[in-house]
């Protein structure tokens, strides 16, 4: 089973400023990597497919980079509503697995 | 606009069974894999099962195997998951995903419906 380790768990930022979420995999998974983000009470929402593909009508300022076992979702300026959780997934291997997720909260 | 509608959760006690339903709309629902996701209240995503747009492939998580059943209806535009022999472990909010025609990525998700194994 491939595990993904999300880091850090919490992200205390101020809006406006950059976020950097990183995800490592156990192996690699060339670029089979997706990342959500789930509001409270609310089911995920896909943001970015395949490492790098931005779903539709995600604002550009989500942006995901990275291959193999090394990858990032960064957020360029921090809106209010972007301070919630996010997870990353990998759909290299069965079993599917996803990323313990990062918080990121208002500093 | 594509839509997912969960329903079939409640309350079970350990050992029982639950078929969970999921309604599809606003595409085309046969030409997509289908996903079952859980997520305890408070914890994270835990993927559950896939199957195959024709459902001759279906995929589980060890924790199920063997006690669940993922399965579709092509002609309804439903999917379903069987749960038998439940756990309290199984408690959760169970979500319905539309994935990729060719990848297993979760493109659209429904509102989910909560599962309570509980004596």
């Known amino acids: 089973e491939i595990v993904l380790t999300q880091s850090p768990a919490t992200l205390s930022l101020s809006p406006g400023e950059r976020a950097t979420l990183s995800c490592r995999a156990s192996q690699s998974i060339s670029h089979y990597l997706a990342w959500y983000q789930q509001k409270p009470g609310q089911a995920p929402r896909l943001l970015i497919s395949d490492a790098s593909n931005r779903a539709t009508g995600i604002p550009a300022r989500f942006s995901g980079s990275g291959s193999g076992t090394d990858f990032t979702l960064t957020i360029s300026s921090l809106e209010p509503e972007d301070f919630v959780v996010y997870y990353c997934q990998q759909r290299s291997n069965w079993p599917l697995t996803f990323g313990g997720g990062t918080k990121v909260e208002i500093k | 606009e594509v839509q997912l509608v969960e329903s079939g959760g409640g309350l079970v006690q350990p050992g029982g069974s639950l078929r969970l339903s999921c309604a599809a709309s606003g595409f085309k629902f046969s030409i997509y894999w289908m996903t079952w996701v859980r997520q305890v209240p408070g914890k994270g995503l835990e993927w559950v099962a896939n199957?195959?747009?024709?459902?001759?492939?279906?995929y589980y998580v060890d924790s199920v195997k063997g006690r669940f059943t993922i399965s579709r209806d092509n002609a309804r535009n439903s999917l379903y998951l069987q749960m038998n022999s439940l756990r309290v472990e199984d408690t959760a909010v169970y979500y319905c995903?539309?994935?990729?025609?060719?990848?297993?990525?979760?493109?659209?998700w429904g509102q989910g419906t909560l599962v309570t194994v509980s004596s």
């Open positions: 995903a539309r994935d990729g025609v060719d990848s297993v990525t979760k493109y659209h």
């Open positions: 199957i195959k747009q024709d459902g001759s492939e279906t």
